[in-house]
């Protein structure tokens, strides 16, 4: 389809300039050419964005809040995060832990609470089963007990429900972080066989509300294509969870998940805790990765590690970052997760229509967003082209160098070719917003 559209661009570009080199001016020389940078003029290396032509639904962005039992985050942090006001992030999902004790499920739950207050959703993961459903009688490592599925399912819907009860109620629970990965913290060892057993045999005793699978610390397919491929299994789970630690782009895409029709959510994952995490331009990485989860990975949800850490959107203090300071990271998350809400579906857009610029598209109350990356160091004029708008123009909103998040003039959309022209700062992130 897209190739389709580029040839179809270049096609009418040629003919203009044909029909021009045949005509002639007054004095009996050839008409000058178009001007390549008139707004009204269609560009060969123009990005076309089709609202009608429906990829992904967005559930939404986020970052989690897990055992900080020692500093808990409080309202001030969370309206930097959850909040969508100036300078304040939006993001739309909290992940939590499914805590074992009642003093770490105490904060979790007033975590879970404020976030809740501020429209976000709530998914928790839990890192293990209680001890005494494991095979080694401990928090860390082990397996859970096969005599234990049924006690685990009914554990997890029991968390569920406590959390509705005291005014949070969970978007979705997961059935285990990373049980793919050996470690020497709180965790729980699983098969991919034992996945599939105990979504297929249990799955369906969690009924108090919508169910993620392991969430893979690099979104192994093997972890979870015997649960996908077995008949009652696959019916008792609703998203496909993953982490992308060390993943290759080329192997975000999980084909056998979208044929059974499963959302994908990327549920964990930071790019680097370096101290040039949040210096520019490599705080930009972060919304490349976000492009790239939601162009090739076709994902649904991404959700950061920390919302609150040096590397994270709000800063802890450390490394130089301010005690709840909004980061660049922040800043460039912002771009997606301000405008981009829950319930907006991804749609068609030539992704990258010259060298350097990445481009991807949302839709969602009455409103097309387009997100432009630009990774050079020069400056990049990009012609946009939205099909069938009814829209007159676009505000931009930058987060670079030297802006974080700041409102430009509108823009004027071309109504005869539905475009506009637009010159991208260096290691930049745009957001354009129809009016």
Excluded at 101 to 112: N, P, Q, S, V, Y
Excluded at 131 to 159: C, I
Excluded at 237 to 259: K, N, R, S
Aim: aromatic share 10%; net charge negative; with cysteine.
């Amino acid at each position: 389809m897209r190739k389709i559209k580029q040839l179809i661009t270049i096609l009418i570009v040629i003919l203009n300039i044909n029909c021009s080199s045949n005509d002639t001016n007054e004095v009996g020389g050839p008409t000058p050419l178009p001007d390549p940078t008139d707004p009204t003029v269609l560009q060969s290396d123009a990005a076309t964005i089709s609202p009608a032509d429906v990829e992904q639904n967005i559930s939404g962005f986020g970052a989690a809040t897990v055992f900080r039992l020692d500093s808990p985050l409080g309202a001030s942090d969370m309206d930097k995060l959850f909040g969508t006001g100036q300078g304040q992030i939006g993001l739309s999902i909290l992940r939590i832990r499914v805590a074992t004790d009642d003093f770490a499920r105490g904060i979790e739950l007033e975590h879970a609470q404020l976030a809740t207050a501020r429209g976000a959703k709530i998914m928790a993961t839990p890192w293990s089963p209680p001890a005494e459903m494991k095979t080694n009688s401990d928090l860390v490592s082990g397996s859970l007990k096969p005599e234990s599925y049924e006690d685990f399912a009914n554990y997890l819907n029991d968390f569920a429900a406590y959390m509705e009860t005291n005014g949070a109620p969970l978007e979705a629970i997961g059935i285990q972080n990373e049980g793919d990965y050996q470690v020497s913290y709180e965790s729980c060892d699983w098969t991919a066989a034992q996945v599939r057993d105990f979504v297929r045999d249990y799955g369906q005793l969690i009924t108090n509300t919508k169910v993620i699978s392991p969430e893979s610390f690099q979104f192994r397919h093997e972890h979870t294509d015997l649960m996908l491929n077995d008949p009652q299994a696959v019916d008792n789970v609703d998203i496909v969870g993953g982490h992308i630690y060390g993943t290759q782009v080329q192997d975000y895409p999980y084909p056998l998940a979208l044929e059974k029709e499963k959302e994908l959510w990327m549920t964990e994952h930071y790019t680097t805790s370096d101290r040039s995490a949040n210096l520019w331009p490599d705080a930009l990485l972060v919304g490349k990765e976000i492009h790239n989860c939601m162009v090739v990975g076709q994902y649904s949800a991404y959700i950061w590690w920390y919302g609150k850490r040096y590397y994270g959107f709000i800063g802890d203090g450390e490394e130089g970052t301010g005690n709840g300071t909004v980061t660049k990271r922040g800043y460039v998350m912002s771009n997606f997760s301000k405008f981009i809400r829950p319930g907006y579906t991804r749609i068609d857009a030539e992704e990258n229509p010259q060298t350097d610029v990445f481009v991807s598209a949302y839709s969602g109350e009455g409103k097309t967003v387009v997100v432009a990356i630009n990774e050079s160091a020069q400056n990049k004029e990009q012609q946009f082209v939205i099909t069938g708008t009814n829209n007159t123009s676009v505000t931009p909103y930058i987060t670079s160098a030297t802006k974080n998040l700041e409102v430009q003039e509108s823009v004027e959309i071309e109504s005869s070719i539905d475009a506009f022209l637009y010159l991208l700062p260096p290691n930049s992130i745009t957001t354009f917003v129809t009016d």
